[in-house]
């Protein structure tokens, strides 16, 4: 694809700490340059979930504002919205089609009929079908035949497994809502521990078998690959900002404080941290200054992080996997990047670790701030919009074709206000991409309220058909035709 006439696609990734939009283009390798780049702190989203619209649409907004200033010759329009919360949930299904006539060739649209036969599967009340995965499949007597194989094979009879993910249909809906009311337009949305894993694993990791572990602000997701081919997910309700409550709470310090404190001092082992080393917090008011042992806050990181592998370790178990990962655990999300989180996960689970980091289908040249974990999914998400793309050749309101792109400017961090002790190692810098106090996001603006339209969800075989869209080596994706709109309840 030659760059100039690639279009532009948009990530969006809203998150209960932040959220992101990243705008990315194909170049004639079909590799990803990201020609934008936005940031804003996240309000209104607890656990993954939208709690107030309202401050929802002034993160998605601030999140926008940044990337267009960023580039001002960038126009956005369309995005991929990442989606998570404890509300998710998957459902295996089979479906399986009698044919007429064993000896005429299974074709591309059978296997869409048995695709859309899984949109009736019965879901709980107040659930919606976020995705529709087909597994694996079985023609007559021959079964695990691989997707990519099944058209041009001959049979009576034939079928799929399928994993169908949902969600709850409100939570959805105030996606799409917060969405609509920042002026743009959700071309879909995608559970993120498979936007991540599209951007972090390749095919030789899908082979092996690997547990993708995404550790947001909100929740820990989950996405198990076996043979190339998805067999698990899960949502687990405690991630980053449960470790910064605990810090919060356990030390008494204010929250800003306690996410500093996690940050630049914190360790997933507390025996690996300086028993000899303190920290000096500031004083509210003229108080004096408290020094805290790096030893205590380690014990609190630790504690836990055991508690949310433990739950890693329980669905690994629980669905008989933990004996097939032999590409191991790979780490990503912001959450990730906890200091000996690779050597506390290796302990708790007995596999390999890795951390996990979006740069598998970068572009070379690509900015160093953009080789961090917590970027995964939106990366992921961009990715999902090149693949429908090129399966239905959607055409996107975008800048115009050709348009030269200014290298993104990263922010400057903000000063830290915690410093460590005389004798203890100096304070490092809050990372480079660290976010601006709350007071100062955001502004008083007028924002334009559309009338609030429903999205036709499209289970799409082209789009559903591959696991993490196009890189599982199962996937059949030169298989099948363009999408087909379902009413939304």
């Known amino acids: 694809m030659n760059t100039k006439e690639s279009p532009i696609i948009v990530g969006l990734d809203i998150g209960t700490t932040k959220v992101v939009a990243i705008a990315g283009r194909k170049n004639e390798f079909g590799k990803i340059e ?19 619209l309202e401050q929802c649409i002034n993160s998605i907004n601030k999140a926008i504002r940044d990337l267009r200033d960023n580039n001002p010759n960038l126009e956005v329009h369309n995005v991929y919205v990442g989606i998570a919360g404890q509300h998710i949930k998957s459902i295996p299904s089979r479906g399986d089609r009698v044919r007429t006539n064993a000896e005429n060739i299974i074709t591309k649209e059978e ?31 021959h079964n695990n035949v691989p997707a990519r194989e099944v058209i041009g094979m001959n049979g009576t009879k034939f079928g799929a497994n399928f994993h169908i993910i949902t969600g709850d249909r409100t939570a959805i809906r105030n996606i799409e809502r917060c969405v609509a009311d920042a002026r743009l337009k959700t071309m879909d949305i995608v559970l993120q521990p498979l936007a991540s894993a599209s951007a972090v694993l390749g095919d030789d990791d899908l082979e092996a078998g690997v547990a993708i572990v995404d550790i947001g602000g909100g929740t820990t997701d ?7 081919i998805l067999q698990h997910t899960a949502v687990i309700p405690f991630a980053g900002t449960n470790i910064t409550n605990d810090i919060k709470t356990g030390l008494g310090v204010l929250k800003a404080q306690a996410e500093q404190l996690k940050v630049q001092f914190g360790s997933a082992i507390a025996a690996e941290a300086n028993s000899n080393q303190y920290i000096a917090i500031p004083g509210l008011k003229g108080l004096p200054s408290r020094n805290l042992s790096t030893k205590t806050l380690s014990n609190i990181i630790q504690a836990r992080m055991e508690e949310i592998l433990e739950y ?4 690994l178990k629980q669905h008989d ?17 906890l200091v000996n989180l690779k050597q506390l996960t290796e302990f708790k689970t007995g596999l390999n670790t890795r951390i996990g980091l979006p740069i598998e289908h970068l572009a070379g040249g690509y900015d160093e701030v953009l080789a961090n974990p917590m970027y995964s999914t939106c990366i992921g998400l961009i990715l999902k919009g090149f693949h429908d793309i090129e399966k ?68 799409d075989i ?28």
């Open 111 to 141: 296997i869409q009929l048995l695709i859309n036969d899984q949109s009736k599967t019965h879901i709980p009340a107040g659930d919606q079908i976020i995705d529709i995965i087909p597994t694996e499949f079985s023609v007559d007597n």
């Open 312 to 315: 890693v370790v329980y669905h």
């Open 222 to 228: 989950m996405a198990v690959f076996v043979d190339g």
């Open 462 to 489: 082209s789009k559903r058909i591959a696991s993490i869209f196009g890189t599982v080596k199962s996937s059949i994706k030169e298989l099948f035709t363009d999408k087909e709109d379902e009413t939304l309840n």
């Open 392 to 459: 239905s050749n959607m055409s996107y309101q975008v800048n115009s074709v050709g348009t030269d792109f200014p290298a993104y400017q990263q922010p400057a961090a903000p000063e830290s206000k915690i410093a460590a002790d005389a004798d203890a190692v100096p304070a490092t810098a809050v990372a480079q991409n660290a976010k601006t106090p709350a007071q100062d996001l955001f502004e008083e603006e007028e924002f334009l309220k559309e009338e609030e339209t429903e999205r036709v969800p499209r289970i």
């Open 34 to 52: 990201v020609v934008g780049f936005g940031k804003a702190e996240s309000h209104g989203v607890s656990h993954g979930v939208v709690q107030n």
């Open 321 to 337: 996997l933990d004996k097939k990962l032999h590409g191991g655990i790979i780490l990503t999300g912001g959450g990730s990047s």
